[in-house]
């Protein structure tokens, strides 16, 4: 056992040896991982962090893992997931749910209790905690709009709250560092009308469905959108919807996705993201940022 198995051991938090990250990401690409953890709540991560910077070990931390490519390689981290930081509460309007959370879990939630304002957020592939920390949004909504306050871990290991107006929202922006964890947050919504708010989120799944490569793995848009412009139709005017490097392909329904057409490895898909970059830049002067994160 290493001295951080041991810990994880002596103080009750889940862990696993050898995690493929192929198989806990949406991309479907990466290697193992010989490390994962999987705190219960704010204090088992507390835990970790303070034992990780008193011991020099490096860690990352992932939700549902729909915005991350994975290295093709074996890491030199341990992974602090967050799935088991599922708790859930609905007090009135509002909903206090766990990092680990799917966002989809909360709309139906939110569905069942009559609450309006997540609606536009359902079928967003990730966890709650990974969507505070993006700012995920779609068709008009995000985050920013409905976060009351949030409980995160901080890179010293302490825990903190944070109110709404100081996560320092941008667009698939927030104040948080990559040291810091999220581990609880409260979404305020209103009371609404439980037909609206299911045709709503009805309508989103079927537009999602038209426009968006959803039956091959991926990790959403790639880029960032530039302002004044779209990252897909720009990529598109440079006439590389289709284009592959191995099996990593520009989608041919949405080009702002990169699909894996079977075995796409991380080295195909960034040699792609650099093509597309660079003529994206040739042709109309805009440089494309990343959205999705290198693990
Ligand atoms: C098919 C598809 C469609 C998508 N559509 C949209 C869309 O419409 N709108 C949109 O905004 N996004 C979209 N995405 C991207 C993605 O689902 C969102 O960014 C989502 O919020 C990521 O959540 P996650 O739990 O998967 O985060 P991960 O991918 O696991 O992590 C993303 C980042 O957040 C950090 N992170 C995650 N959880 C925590 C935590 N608890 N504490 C600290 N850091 C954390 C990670 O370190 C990483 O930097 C889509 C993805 C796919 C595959």
Do not use: W
Not at 107 to 132: C, D, F, Q, R, W
């Amino acid at each position: 056992m290493t001295d951080t198995e041991m810990f994880c051991y002596n103080n009750s938090i889940p862990y696993q040896k050898n995690l493929s990250t192929k198989s806990i990401s949406t991309f479907k690409i990466g290697g193992l991982i010989s490390l994962a953890v999987y705190p219960l709540n704010a204090d088992q991560a507390s835990l970790l962090i303070k034992f990780f910077n008193s011991n020099n070990i490096k860690y990352k931390t992932a939700g549902n893992c729909s915005n991350i490519l994975f290295s093709d390689e074996n890491t030199d981290y341990v992974l602090i997931k967050t799935d088991n930081m599922n708790s859930l509460v609905v007090d009135n309007e509002r909903i206090i749910t766990g990092a680990g959370n799917l966002l989809s879990k909360i709309s139906t939630t939110a569905l069942k209790s009559h609450l309006s304002g997540m609606e536009n957020l359902y079928g967003i592939p990730g966890s709650v905690g990974g969507a505070v920390i993006m700012n995920a949004g779609a068709y008009g909504s995000e985050m920013s709009q409905i976060i009351e306050e949030t409980e995160y871990v901080d890179c010293m290991g302490d825990i903190r709250i944070v109110g709404g107006d100081s996560h320092c929202f941008g667009y698939r922006h927030s104040c948080f560092s990559d040291k810091e964890i999220v581990t609880k947050t409260t979404i305020k919504l209103n009371s609404g009308n439980y037909q609206n708010i299911r045709e709503i989120m009805t309508l989103v799944i079927a537009k999602r469905k038209a426009s968006q490569p959803l039956e091959m793995p991926s990790a959403g848009s790639v880029f960032k959108r530039p302002q004044g412009y779209f990252a897909g139709k720009l990529i598109e005017d440079c006439g590389l919807k289709g284009f592959s490097v191995g099996d990593a392909m520009v989608s041919t329904k949405h080009a702002g996705f990169i699909v894996n057409r079977g075995n796409a490895t991380s080295e195909d898909v960034k040699k792609l993201i650099n093509i597309i970059q660079s003529q994206v830049y040739e042709k109309f002067g805009v440089k494309l940022e990343m959205e999705i994160r290198f693990f």
